[in-house]
């Protein structure tokens, strides 16, 4: 805890955009915040001028201000976060207040300068008036401190808004996207594998919420992958909100390919049992769209034909792939960002590597798939598979 009356400033993203349903993405961006942060206190938090003000009420939010913070910059829809010192709109309380709080920033760097804001113009004194007075000071006081205005080490920042003057020292860089939920639901094909977790992330971030879907091969896959798919999703959680996981059974599907078609079509005939399933989940459970972490060329069944295939079993909802134009390593920094990649990389077999041909189609005819799946009882099989689903409700934290 400090002496300073310090408050969260959250800065929107593209809701600035927002024309008449401004307010129904604002409505989404409060609730997401005021869920997060009750955990760790009582606070005010208000908007105003495309910036939500965040103010802890008792002791606990104030001795877990940095915890709130840190949520903060996991909220969809703001684009830069930073912590200021609240002071009366009066040019000696900012003097008095703006040495103090940037003392041990001010001290670590060389240069400087100071930026001021006046959004409320009964403000007697203009910017450039406000920077000189609050740089003059600051120079008196640190004698190694140099003003540079095109580069400088750290920028001090006074902003006059509608409630109060703010004093910072610059912001981090918010989620982005827009707020959670405020584009409908989607279904996420989770398997445990680096990607699928990225993809929920990207559309998540884009409003849409997720619920999930996961097929497995037990016993050919173990309960440990299981797990591991859980664990995903709740890792998730923590920038997606919460996600309904189902999950289901593809065992005997898997078993069937094996038995009666040409072993090169396993893994895309198997993609389109998936893709089947996932649409009449993703109706059951009023989702718009189904999400996978396919890119293209990564592998045999995620080339332009490969992929063209599987999207021909889907008649009703749009596949959504984030990742489409994303080389690995791009990906695989997402994961990190998000949290998922250790767990991603744990060594479990996932349905799709089970029974796999030695020399997959990478360039196949749907009129040759179809009339491999022609000897399959489709119908049956699907019903089968959804009377094994079970589900798992994956809440954050
Ligand atoms: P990932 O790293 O997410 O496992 P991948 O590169 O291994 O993806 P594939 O195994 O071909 O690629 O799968 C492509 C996509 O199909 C996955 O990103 C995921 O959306 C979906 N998928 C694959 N396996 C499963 C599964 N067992 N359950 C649910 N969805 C799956
Ligand atoms: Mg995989």
Redo the contacts with the bound molecule.
């Keep these: 805890m400090n002496e300073f009356n310090e408050v969260i400033l959250l800065k929107y993203g593209e809701i600035v955009l927002k024309g008449l349903n401004k307010s129904y993405f604002e409505g989404l961006l409060m609730t997401d915040i005021k869920k997060r942060i009750k955990k760790y206190g009582e606070y005010e938090v208000k908007r105003a001028q495309s910036t939500v003000y965040i103010e802890p009420v008792d002791d606990m939010a104030k001795e877990n201000f940095d915890l709130t913070y840190n949520e903060c910059t996991k909220v969809f829809g703001i684009v830069s976060c930073c912590r200021a010192a609240t002071v009366k709109k009066d040019m000696n309380d900012i003097l008095e207040n703006i040495v103090d709080y940037t003392y041990e920033k001010l001290r670590s760097v060389k240069t400087f300068k100071v930026e001021a804001k006046r959004s409320d113009k009964q403000f007697p004194f203009d910017s450039p008036a406000i920077s000189k007075e609050c740089g003059g000071l600051l120079l008196r006081r640190h004698k190694h401190l140099k003003v540079d205005v095109k580069n400088p080490d750290t920028v001090v920042m006074v902003e006059i808004r509608d409630y109060a003057a703010y004093i910072h020292c610059g912001s981090d860089e918010g989620a982005g996207g827009l707020p959670q939920g405020s584009a409908g639901k989607g279904l996420l094909?989770?398997?445990?594998?680096?990607?699928?977790p990225v993809?929920g992330y990207r559309m998540a971030r884009r409003g849409i919420a997720l619920d999930a879907?996961?097929?497995?091969s037990y016993p050919y896959t173990s309960v440990q992958a299981r797990e591991k798919v859980i664990e995903l999703a709740q890792i998730m959680t923590d920038y997606c909100g919460d996600i309904n996981l189902n999950i289901i059974s593809v065992t005997h599907i898997q078993e069937e390919l094996r038995d009666k078609c040409r072993e090169e079509y396993f893994t895309l005939l198997l993609r389109r049992f998936?893709m089947k399933i996932a649409e009449r989940i993703g109706l059951y459970y009023n989702c718009t769209c189904i999400i996978?972490?396919?890119s293209v060329g990564?592998?045999a069944?995620?080339t332009i034909p490969a992929i063209t295939v599987t999207n021909d079993a889907v008649k009703t909802l749009p596949v959504i792939r984030p990742l489409i134009a994303n080389d690995k390593e791009e990906i695989v920094k997402y994961a990190r960002h998000i949290g998922t990649f250790e767990t991603s990389i744990l060594p479990y077999e996932?349905?799709?590597t089970v029974f796999t041909p030695k020399h997959p189609v990478t360039k196949p005819s749907l009129a040759n798939i179809l009339e491999e799946e022609q000897k399959l009882d489709v119908e049956a099989l699907i019903t089968e598979a959804l009377s094994t689903k079970s589900y798992v409700k994956v809440t954050r934290g």
């Design positions: 094909l989770l398997s445990g594998g680096i990607d699928s993809a879907l996961h097929f497995e998936m996978t972490g396919e990564q592998v069944s995620q996932d349905c799709c």
